[in-house]
């Protein structure tokens, strides 16, 4: 939970911020790329849910069926990239890219909730037998 709260408080930080923080690097930058930065912000609340998830994979030692959802997640991201930057250039790349990953964000945060809530019916998973 303090994964996604940090990575809200940083979406707002960027939203908030993006002019100032690409004015650093040249102040043209500010006008090209002002808002593609500020809705790049906000993918990272997928990011940070579809992380959590991989990690549950691998903890879970079911990394090899979930690297077929991850694998389809990365082709979503590659079809909606593709097609916003024919359609609208650097503002449709960046909204396709953020599309695909809050689609991906979603999945996975549906994933965690299941998972969570058979880990919770059966007990922590890292509890075992007491260390002597």
Not at 30 to 52: D, W
Not at 111 to 129: R, Y
Request: aromatic fraction near 10%.
């Amino acid at each position: 939970m303090a994964s996604l709260l940090f990575s809200l408080v940083c979406a707002v930080f960027i939203f908030t911020y993006s002019q100032t923080i690409l004015a650093v690097f040249n102040p043209a930058y500010a006008e090209i790329a002002g808002s593609s930065l500020r809705l790049l912000g906000f993918s990272l609340l997928g990011s940070t849910l579809k992380f959590h998830a991989c990690t549950l994979a691998r903890l879970g030692d079911r990394m090899r069926k979930a690297s077929r959802w991850f694998a389809l997640g990365g082709l979503l991201e590659l079809c909606l990239v593709i097609a916003g930057a024919k359609h609208s250039g650097l503002q449709g790349l960046v909204l396709g890219w953020t599309l695909a990953v809050s689609i991906e964000g979603v999945c996975a945060a549906l994933v965690l909730a299941f998972a969570t809530k058979l880990n919770s019916v059966g007990g922590p998973v890292h509890e075992g037998p007491p260390v002597a």
